[in-house]
C-alpha cells in the first residue's frame, strides 16, 4: 500500500479562488481526518469521517471549508473562497476504527493563498 | 474537554547530551498517549505509544497518571533526531487525536 496520498502537494492560488484538497485513505481504514498545521498552532483537526460519515467538524473554522467524503476511498476539503489567512499545510489522516488510534497521515498538501 | 500542552516550541541540545521534550495532558478518563514525529520535508509519522511501552530509535516515554505527563526522552541526542515532535492524546469512542503544539527539536554537532 503506498499509505496515505494527498493531492496536490503544493497549491498557490488567489485570494477569493476556491480550492479543494484530496485525499486517498489507506485502503481498509474506516476513519479518516484532516489537519491543518501551521506555525502558530501546530495541529489542528479540522474533521473527522467514520465510515465516510462526517462525525465532528467543530474544527472547521468556518463555513468557507467544507468537507466531503462520497466513498471509503476518495475525501476532499475545499475552501471557497480562500483567504491568506487559509495558508498552510493541510493533512490528511486514516485509521481503523476499533483499534489503538495510530492515525497514518498523507505527506500533505502545502496551501499559499496570495 | 481533552488537552495536550508541549511548553517548549524550540528545544536545542549538543550531540550526545540528553533530552526530554515535554508533555502534559489533561483528560478525565483513560488516554492513549503517542508521539508523533516530523523530520524535514516528510510527513508526520507514529514515533510511539505509550501502551506499547517500547524504544523506538532510543527514545522512550513513560506516562505518568499522577503528574498527568507523557515526557519524551533519550539519553544520548543524535543529529539526524532534529525533528518537529507532537505528543497526541486518544480519547472515548471517538478515537481522534488530539495534538500538541510541537516541539521543534535542534540536535547541536
Known amino acids: 500500500d503506498a499509505g496515505v496520498i494527498q493531492s496536490p502537494r503544493h497549491e498557490v492560488t488567489e485570494m477569493g479562488q476556491e480550492v479543494t484538497l484530496r485525499c486517498k485513505p489507506i485502503s481498509g481504514h474506516n476513519s479518516l481526518f484532516w489537519y491543518r498545521q501551521t506555525m502558530m498552532r501546530g495541529l489542528e483537526l479540522l474533521i473527522y469521517?467514520?465510515?465516510?460519515?462526517?462525525?465532528?467538524d467543530s474544527g472547521m473554522p468556518e463555513d468557507r471549508f467544507s468537507a466531503k467524503m462520497p466513498n471509503a476511498s476518495f475525501s476532499t476539503l475545499k475552501i471557497q473562497p480562500s483567504e491568506p489567512r487559509d495558508s498552510a499545510v493541510y493533512f490528511c489522516?486514516?485509521?481503523?476504527?476499533?483499534?489503538?488510534?495510530?492515525?497514518?497521515f498523507g505527506q500533505g498538501t502545502r496551501l499559499t493563498v496570495v | 474537554a481533552q488537552r495536550v500542552t508541549q511548553p517548549e516550541k524550540l528545544l536545542s541540545v549538543f550531540k550526545g547530551a540528553p533530552v526530554e521534550l515535554k508533555c502534559n495532558y489533561s483528560y478525565s478518563g483513560s488516554p492513549e498517549l503517542f508521539w508523533y514525529v516530523q523530520y524535514s520535508r516528510q510527513r508526520l509519522q507514529l514515533l510511539l505509544r505509550?501502551?506499547s511501552r517500547e524504544s523506538i530509535k532510543g527514545f522512550t516515554a513513560d506516562l505518568n497518571k499522577g503528574e498527568t505527563s507523557f515526557h519524551l526522552k533519550k539519553p544520548f541526542a543524535q543529529e539526524e533526531d532534529s525533528a518537529m515532535y507532537y505528543c497526541?492524546?486518544?480519547?472515548?469512542?471517538?478515537?481522534?487525536?488530539?495534538f500538541g503544539s510541537g516541539t521543534q527539536l535542534t540536535v547541536l554537532p
Open positions: 497526541a492524546l486518544s480519547s472515548g469512542s471517538a478515537r481522534q487525536l488530539t
Open positions: 469521517f467514520n465510515n465516510n460519515v462526517p462525525i465532528d
Open positions: 505509550h501502551i
Open positions: 489522516a486514516s485509521s481503523l476504527r476499533g483499534r489503538v488510534a495510530e492515525a497514518f
